[in-house]
């Protein structure tokens, strides 16, 4: 283990574990509309759950709330395009828990998965917003002080985060990000870009309108895929 924190053995693809458990649930969801919109079925039902199991595993060890914020809201587009049975969804969770624990016992204690997300959890119940209020609360002070360009790129998390918290912290919201970087011009720049791109989507379609919904969803409590 050397001298590295426990966060670089469960993400070390990626520079911290919540966008590593967001990908992972990002990946059954779009397993699942994949495999609905199959018509001729090339995908087995038997791969699907297999391929979901892994990703739900190693989204779970993960860590992530953020991620499990995504599970919840793909659940629920999934319903609403009626792309998914409750049963496919419950079966996958348990295998996974079921995997999980079989890990932990062959570990003989070595993992320390669930002291890690009982003290995550028990966090997110304390101390409510923590850390990312302070941000956020920062954000708005900066987007009121500079509220037509905003103090410019990557400004925020090199030197606005690293006073609130010591690091090189972003606003964890991609919407606070954009205005105190960019401003109200480039929000509006940005909202015009994204409208051209619904537009000529097709958002009637879940294999679109899920992994989108997700995308932004993912990006309310953090900010990592822009």
Known sequence: ???????????????????????MFFGIFLGLVLY????????????????????STTAILSGSRNAWFVLIVGVLFAGLYRVIKIKDIITVIVASLGLLFIMVLLSKG?????????????????NGLGERGLLWKQAIVEFYQHPIFGIGMEVFSKHI????????????????NILVELGIVGFTIVLLFIAILLKRANISNSIVAI????????QMFDYFFF
Request: proline letters at 4%.
């Open 36 to 55: 609905a919109n199959d018509g001729n079925k090339t995908l087995s039902r038997y791969w699907f759950y297999l391929g979901s199991i892994s990703f």
């Open 161 to 176: 985060g690293t006073k609130v918290l010591g690091g090189n912290y972003h606003t964890h919201n991609i919407i606070l």
């Open 211 to 218: 992994p989108l919904a997700l995308l932004f969803v993912s």
């Open 1 to 23: 283990r050397g001298s590295f924190p426990v966060d670089t053995y469960r993400a070390s693809l990626l520079f911290n574990v919540n966008p590593f458990g967001v990908l």
């Open 110 to 126: 070595s993992m320390d998965f669930f002291a890690i997300m009982n003290a995550r959890f028990i966090e997110t119940f304390q």
